[in-house]
C-alpha cells in the first residue's frame, strides 16, 4: 500500500527567504505525485504534479518539485517566498492503475515579515 | 464554471441528530469523492463514486454513514445519529475522469460541529 511522510508539521519562514518542503512516499509500483495547498477556510487546490518525463516540475504560484526516485522523494521548494504564501501544503500520491490519492499530513508554512 | 459547490458551508447540530451534506460537482465530471479534515487524522477519503456508482466506500466509518450519488450533478453524505467524534471539515472532490493522473477540484468544505 502507498504512503506519504509529510516530516515538518510547520516550517516558520521569513518574507523572502527560500523554502523547501519534504515529502517522502512509499510505493511499490509506479506512482503520480502531486502537490496541493489549502487557504484558510477554502478546499485544496492543485500546486502541480509529476506524472512523468522531467523530475523537475514547475508549478503555479513560482512552486516547483523535483521527482527523486532514488530517495522516494517529491520536494516542493520557492526561491522568495511571500506572506500570501501562509497556507497548509499536503503532498499526495496516486499508483497507476488507481483513482484515489493518498494524502500526507501537511505542513503549515507560516511566513512573517 | 462555478466549480464544486458544497451546502452548507457550516452546520451544528446535536448528538444523535441527523445530518446530511451536500455536493455538486463540476459539470461534465464523472467522478467524485468524500473526504473528511481532522486535526488527529488529515484528510482521510470517505467514498469514491465513478459514473455514479460506488467504487470504493472502504473509507466510511461505520454503518452511521451513508453517501448517495442518484445522478451526476448531486451527491449526499449522511451522518445518522451523528455524535462529537464527527466533527469535522467535509470535502467533495471531482475530476473528470477515473485516471490516477487526475487533478482532484475540491469544493471549499462543510464545517461540521456535533455537541
Known amino acids: 500500500a502507498q504512503s506519504v511522510t509529510q516530516l515538518d508539521s510547520q516550517v516558520p519562514v521569513f518574507e523572502e527567504a527560500p523554502v523547501e518542503l519534504r515529502c517522502n512516499y512509499s510505493s511499490s509500483v509506479s506512482v503520480y505525485l502531486f502537490w496541493y495547498v489549502q487557504y484558510p477556510n477554502q478546499g485544496l487546490q492543485l500546486l502541480l504534479k509529476y506524472l512523468s518525463g522531467s523530475t523537475l516540475v514547475k508549478g503555479i504560484n513560482g512552486f516547483e518539485a523535483e521527482f527523486n526516485k532514488s530517495q522516494t522523494s517529491f520536494h516542493l521548494r520557492k526561491p522568495s517566498v511571500h506572506i500570501s504564501d501562509t497556507a497548509e501544503y499536503f503532498c499526495a500520491v496516486s499508483e497507476s492503475g488507481y483513482s484515489t490519492l493518498t494524502f500526507g499530513k501537511g505542513t503549515m508554512l507560516l511566513v512573517s515579515p | 464554471d462555478a466549480g464544486v459547490i458544497q451546502s452548507p458551508r457550516h452546520e451544528v447540530t446535536e448528538m444523535g441528530q441527523e445530518v446530511t451534506l451536500r455536493c455538486k460537482p463540476i459539470s461534465g465530471h464523472n467522478s467524485l469523492f468524500w473526504y473528511r479534515q481532522t486535526m488527529m487524522r488529515g484528510l482521510e477519503l470517505l467514498i469514491y463514486f465513478n459514473n455514479n456508482v460506488p467504487i470504493d466506500d472502504s473509507g466510511m466509518p461505520e454503518d452511521r454513514f451513508s453517501a448517495k450519488m442518484p445522478n451526476a450533478s448531486f451527491s449526499t453524505l449522511k451522518i445518522q445519529p451523528s455524535e462529537p467524534r464527527d466533527s469535522a471539515v467535509y470535502f467533495c472532490?471531482?475530476?473528470?475522469?477515473?485516471?490516477?493522473?487526475?487533478?482532484?477540484?475540491f469544493g471549499p468544505g462543510t464545517r461540521l460541529t456535533v455537541l
Open positions: 472532490a471531482s475530476t473528470a475522469d477515473r485516471g490516477s493522473t487526475d487533478t482532484q477540484y
